[in-house]
């Protein structure tokens, strides 16, 4: 059964410094792996999806690295802003499961002004 | 273009009272999910839909949930009866459904249900 981790579990930063959320699988065959942003009361949004045959993924100051081998994909946050602040969720969708996505629990940041 | 809507936002009920929630998918999209996200958890899933067949329930407790998609389009996911356990937050997403999971899904607000 896939299950997904994400350390830590709450970062507080001030503004300005760039950070590294991580995300570990326990199964390596994936179709998928997809970064979310939560904000409180609020539905997910979709980051940024790497297919298992890619390496990294950019958007403006997000960059969403994988390595299907181990298990293992950061999510690289630049500049960071309070704007920021939200909790990230990973998802991965395994080769074997169909279409369903498996989430980790989250990272909730803070982004201190 | 709307993004996928849900309601009410907010519920509360009494334990052993039903409760539906509604769920509208972006438009084309094929592939309707429900997830139930308990509080510093990631959601998991209740059901999925392709088009108005339920592919996959195994997650659903059948004995108190169930849910419908009528036409391909709407779905509504009813609990009865509501259990003290069942308190959490119930999202709606749905993705355009294309072949070896390469889509991205898109997420509801979600309704927050408070069983008393």
């Known amino acids: 059964k896939q299950e997904v981790t994400q350390i830590p579990a709450a970062l507080s930063v001030p503004e300005g410094e760039n950070l590294v959320l991580n995300c570990s699988f326990t199964d390596s065959a994936i179709y998928n792996l997809q970064w979310f942003r939560q904000d409180p009361g609020k539905g997910l949004t979709s980051l940024l999806l790497i297919q298992s045959s890619q390496r990294e993924q950019t958007s403006g100051r997000l960059n969403a690295s994988l390595d299907k081998s181990s298990g293992r994909s950061t999510l690289y946050i630049a500049a960071s802003q309070p704007g920021d602040s939200a909790t990230y969720l990973c998802a991965v969708r395994p080769e074997n499961y169909g279409q369903n996505f498996v989430f980790g629990p989250g990272t909730r940041l803070s982004v201190l002004p | 273009e709307a993004g996928v809507v849900q309601s009410p936002r907010y519920k509360i009920i009494e334990k052993k009272q039903p409760v539906a929630f509604w769920c509208n998918p972006i438009?084309?999209?094929?592939?309707l999910y429900w997830y139930l996200q308990n509080l510093g958890q990631g959601p998991e899933l209740l059901i999925r839909y392709e088009n108005e067949e339920a592919v996959d329930d195994s997650q659903l407790p059948k004995d108190r949930f169930s849910a419908e998609r009528l036409k391909g389009v709407d779905s509504t996911l009813k609990i009865q009866p509501a259990e003290l356990g069942d308190s959490a937050v119930y999202l709606c997403a749905s993705s355009i459904g294309t072949s070896g999971g390469t889509d991205t899904q898109y997420f509801g607000p979600g309704t927050r249900l408070t069983v008393l």
């Open positions: 438009s084309g999209h094929n592939t």
